[in-house]
């Protein structure tokens, strides 16, 4: 993978936390962010890189290519990542899960024709959401601090080991042909961030310090997906631990 696509991708693993993360934001009183000064300033430089070269290309790309055309190649990528969320699902104990996703996958491998249609969605199956950073919540590892990493942008320690066992699950990496391997990666990074041009907005209108915005997004976020939108209150301490 050439440097250029790495920190584009990476940065685009921030861009989509940030953008899909809770609606509300958190009082710094409490969080667990010993390193604000040096996350403030990784924040600021992974936001450059956002500006400089994901958003505009994710801006061409939008103007190009047909919405039928980009929502194939979305699902396609969302169809490659079955594979992360059903081995997930396994570590996890969540056996009927696992069952409905790899039937999902299947569906959408075949009759969807690579995944390109969405077969499965329209057929009732719920499309799941599980990663190595959940299942180390889930076996009880605490989140540990906030930490932006460079290029993969908001994490926290837990996450950051999760990010370990995705790539070693994403069927792209193992890819002979860098070529082809590469252009994967570049298409799913601006795939996805043209998916996210029409809600950027959110940030400009909901946050008056938007490092915080974001901080309180992802830690709430990553809490609800642990225990699957059902955080239980004595245990919410995500902004302790």
Avoid at 37 to 45: D, I, L, P, Q, T
Avoid at 83 to 90: K, Q, R, S
Wanted: charged share 20%.
């Amino acid at each position: 993978m050439s440097k250029l696509t790495m920190l584009i991708r990476i940065n685009m693993l921030a861009i989509a936390l940030i953008m899909s993360g809770c609606a509300t934001t958190q009082h710094s009183e409490g969080v667990n962010d010993p390193l604000e000064g040096y996350n403030r300033a990784m924040y600021k430089f992974n936001d450059l890189l956002d500006r400089a070269i994901t958003k505009p290309a994710a801006k061409g790309y939008d103007a190009i290519v047909p919405d039928p055309i980009s929502k194939g190649i979305s699902n396609f990528f969302s169809n490659l990542n079955e594979i992360t969320v059903i081995l997930n699902d396994l570590l996890q104990l969540k056996f009927g899960q696992a069952f409905h996703d790899t039937g999902r996958f299947v569906l959408n491998s075949t009759v969807g024709v690579a995944g390109l249609f969405d077969v499965a969605g329209y057929s009732g199956y719920e499309k799941h959401d599980e990663d190595f950073g959940q299942t180390l919540g889930v076996w009880g590892v605490k989140p540990g601090p906030y930490f932006v990493l460079p290029f993969f942008g908001p994490r926290n320690i837990r996450d950051t080991f999760g990010l370990i066992g995705d790539a070693f699950t994403d069927p792209v990496n193992y890819l002979d042909d860098p070529a082809t391997r590469n252009g994967l990666y570049a298409l799913r990074i601006i795939d996805n961030r043209a998916n996210l041009l029409s809600v950027e907005k959110v940030l400009d209108e909901a946050a008056i310090d938007e490092y915080s915005y974001v901080r309180g997004a992802y830690l709430q976020r990553r809490q609800n997906l642990v225990y699957d939108g059902n955080p239980p209150e004595e245990d919410f301490d995500v902004f302790s631990d």
